[in-house]
């Protein structure tokens, strides 16, 4: 089982999107996918989906099942939360009651075993996110794709979906390519953070963290932060989005 | 207690509305008397009479009867053809133009033709029906299904929604949004064009029955059979339509005040 992307570009019309990229995602470890806005991390993550073609090189995810958790929590909003969680598991052909057992077993453990039978309105922006992340573990994922997650939560939500995923990560040994544009973020849950930039995208620097996750404190985390930001490439990625923000 | 009053304050003018429109149809009857306009009272009384000779209840069954049964046929095959030309573009182009010249030919057109090829009868008021009303079911249903979320699709080719999941899960309860407005506009077509088709095809039914009025120059009569189609046609919207809007659409009205934070 394994993901990788040997030397992948993708051009949409007649704009590089992403351009020679070359990376792997083994069993049980988490790449996080840092860089600018709008430099393909997105795309990234939508070949490695399989829902775009690659323009030339290829994608290969040997992964068993993949669960997607998207930046919106894109929940149908004509279900439940547990027909939501179960969307996988019909599409799959698992019966009615089967699929509701595993998904009520499912919303416990995200922490949403007071709202199975509320509608995504009815959910904050958080708890519908949980049931997204609940739907992608409950066709028993073998590597989960996040695409920023958490970015539209508060600081308060955010920090609790981290939570959750560095459990799955650290406690379960579940393969995940994280997209983030978020340092910290990307620090707290990655054996390895690969940072992308560039028009078109490519992989600018690879930083593999070795320090335990247990051991990984707030302190900790701006620090190595702040020592990724002293690197040329880093820096000039980071810079970049700032300076085209403050133009915007 | 607000509500209540709001809701009798929203009901009492509703109720004036109605009354000012009897009081003009009273004031128009008593300026070019009773023959040419008779009024609220006359219309009424003509409508006592035929409710005692049971000749109202035959007719309201059947017009209801084949009012409802066009309006489910084009419903139908509004709803699986809308659905069809909003998937698929191919469809869309093929179906629209079909569509649109079915809109173009007036419905009295369609009972000529109908009356040729079916003879008299119930069935030449159905077929009339349903082909004046389907191309509003087909563009409700086309139109909801183009405008299903694109990330909603691409959440579903993520996890590997097969087309039949698609349709019942993702399309449908989308389109049921989109279709409802044009089901009550169709609806409303549907009685007006039964009693038009009656009025020419059957011997039964509400049309039939204007038509004998108008061979009895009996205005009181017409009046009384267009009271009884006004109040069919309102039955059938909030009596059918509207509870089964609310019935199919849960997740949109049982929105809790900013409960689940």
């Not at chain 2, 003879?119 to 087909?138: D, E, K, N």
Request: proline letters at 4%; aromatic letters at 8%.
């Amino acid at each position: 089982m394994l993901l990788s992307f040997e030397n992948v570009s993708l051009t949409i019309g007649t704009s590089g999107i992403l351009a020679d990229i070359d990376m792997t995602v083994a069993p049980g470890e988490s790449v996080c996918l840092v860089g600018p806005s709008g430099c393909g991390k997105t795309s990234l993550l939508r070949l490695a989906a399989g829902v775009v073609e690659a323009s030339s090189g290829t994608v290969n995810n040997r992964f068993g099942a993949t669960g997607v958790v998207f930046q919106d929590p894109r929940l149908l909003p004509w279900h439940r939360t547990l027909e939501n969680i179960a969307l996988g598991l019909k599409s799959r052909g698992v019966g009615r009651r089967e699929r509701l057992a595993r998904a009520r077993a499912l919303a416990s453990k995200v922490g949403l075993e007071d709202s199975h039978d509320c509608f995504p309105h009815e959910l904050s922006g958080g708890m519908q996110q949980r049931v997204a992340l609940a739907r992608a573990l409950a066709i028993e994922a073998d590597i989960l794709l996040l695409d920023e997650p958490f970015s539209a939560l508060d600081v308060g939500l955010r920090a609790e979906g981290q939570d959750l995923v560095e459990r799955l990560v650290v406690d379960q040994g579940m393969s995940a390519l994280i997209v983030t544009h978020d340092l910290t973020e990307a620090l707290r849950l990655a054996h390895r953070v690969v940072v992308v930039s560039g028009h078109p995208g490519r992989v600018v620097f690879e930083h593999c963290v070795g320090t335990p996750f247990h051991q990984r404190s707030p302190a900790w985390l701006y620090e190595q932060a702040g020592h990724l930001l002293r690197q040329e490439v880093v820096r000039k990625s980071f810079l970049f989005q700032r300076t085209s923000e403050r133009m915007s | 207690m607000g509500g209540l009053i709001r809701g009798s304050l929203s009901w009492a003018g509703s109720l004036t509305g109605v009354l000012l429109f009897a009081a003009f149809w009273e004031w128009g009857s008593l300026v070019y008397g009773s023959f040419l306009l008779p009024g609220p009272r006359d219309a009424i009384g003509a409508l006592v009479e035929l409710a005692v000779d049971d000749q109202l209840w035959s007719a309201v069954w059947a017009t209801t009867w084949r009012a409802m049964s066009g309006f489910a046929l084009s419903a139908l095959l509004g709803i699986v053809f809308g659905m069809l030309a909003g998937i698929s573009g191919t469809a869309g182009r093929v179906l629209e133009p079909v569509s649109t010249v079915l809109l173009g030919i007036p419905p009295i057109a369609w009972i000529v033709l109908a009356l040729l090829w079916f003879g008299s009868g119930s069935m030449a008021a159905i077929y009339t029906v349903a082909v004046t009303t389907v191309p509003v079911t087909f563009a409700g249903a086309q139109m909801g299904t183009r405008t299903l979320d694109p990330r909603l699709r691409e959440m579903a080719d993520v996890y590997r929604v097969s087309l039949r999941m698609r349709v019942w899960d993702f399309y449908l309860p989308h389109v049921v949004s989109y279709v409802f407005p044009a089901l009550v506009t169709a609806l409303g077509v549907a009685w007006k064009v039964t009693v038009m088709a009656e009025l020419f095809a059957t011997d039964d039914g509400v049309g039939a029955g204007m038509a004998l009025t108008r061979v009895n120059l009996d205005t009181a009569g017409a009046m009384a059979w267009i009271l009884v189609v006004v109040a069919l046609l309102l039955m059938a919207e909030h009596g059918l339509l509207r509870p089964l809007q609310k019935k199919m659409e849960p997740w949109r009205q049982s929105a809790k005040p900013s409960g689940a934070v």
